[in-house]
């Protein structure tokens, strides 16, 4: 069974510039969350969908945004790129918030 | 304000010794919480989890956790650690959010496992 997959797997972006991550959830999982793991740190909530709805916000600017589709797939987008926004990004997906998540492998994001 | 503490930030031991690997959180209501690993350079994966009921709970790798109400501690165990157990362990509490689910995973800053042979 294929698990959590998110493209690009890495990426490297200058300042200013804008990017995309890619999230396809379980098969029959409804929910997707998003955290930014940066380099010797525990991993920090960014966003969760359910039903493509949004069910959460972390603390993060809003330059980060993301959205879910019909599919139950997920997209995060980040504008204006700093140089602090180099980090693993994961994408996790449950069958409902009342379920275990599971991790992709993640999109290593580099801003130059 | 909801918080997971795991005050190992490095810990070392030798193949075939066992293993504690501490977790403390802060949290108002009956927690959900979780054990993660992660490989370098890899995602997450879920090795237990414990939502309610014995608070003794099993987990894939033959590791497993207690949870103490009393200590707000969820501290992982495996009685003989293996040199592929090398990696990094993080322990996470679920925030509840609506419908009696979580919306969102609070991690502590983990505790990186080394093993010698």
């Known amino acids: 069974d294929a698990g959590v997959t998110q493209s690009p797997t890495h990426l490297i972006k200058t300042r200013g510039q804008h990017v995309t991550l890619r999230c396809s959830p379980i098969s029959g999982h409804k929910s997707v969350s998003w955290y930014q793991q940066v380099l010797g740190q525990g991993p920090q909530f960014i966003f969760q969908?359910?039903?493509?709805?949004?069910?959460g916000r972390g603390n993060f600017p809003d330059r980060f945004s993301a959205r879910q589709f019909p599919n139950y797939s997920s997209e995060l987008n980040v504008n204006a790129l700093l140089l602090g926004d180099s980090a693993l990004y994961l994408c996790a997906s449950s069958f409902s918030p009342n379920t275990e998540a599971f991790f992709g492998q993640g999109t290593r994001l580099t801003v130059v | 304000a909801q918080s997971v503490t795991q005050p190992d930030i490095h810990i070392t031991v030798s193949e075939g010794a066992s293993l504690e690997l501490r977790c403390n959180y802060s949290?108002?209501?009956?927690?959900?919480l979780f054990w993660y690993v992660q490989s370098p350079g890899q995602g997450l994966q879920l090795l237990l989890k414990y939502f309610s009921g014995d608070t003794l709970v099993q987990g894939i790798k033959g590791f497993e956790a207690e949870f103490k109400r009393s200590q707000s501690s969820f501290n992982l165990r495996k009685p003989s650690v293996h040199w592929s157990d090398a990696a990094e362990y993080f322990c996470?509490?679920?925030?509840?959010?609506?419908?009696?689910?979580?919306?969102?995973?609070?991690f502590g800053a983990g505790t990186r496992l080394a093993v010698h042979p």
């Open positions: 949290y108002g209501a009956t927690p959900y």
């Open positions: 969908y359910y039903e493509k709805e949004e069910r």
């Open positions: 996470a509490v679920g925030a509840r959010g609506f419908s009696g689910g979580y919306n969102k995973l609070i």
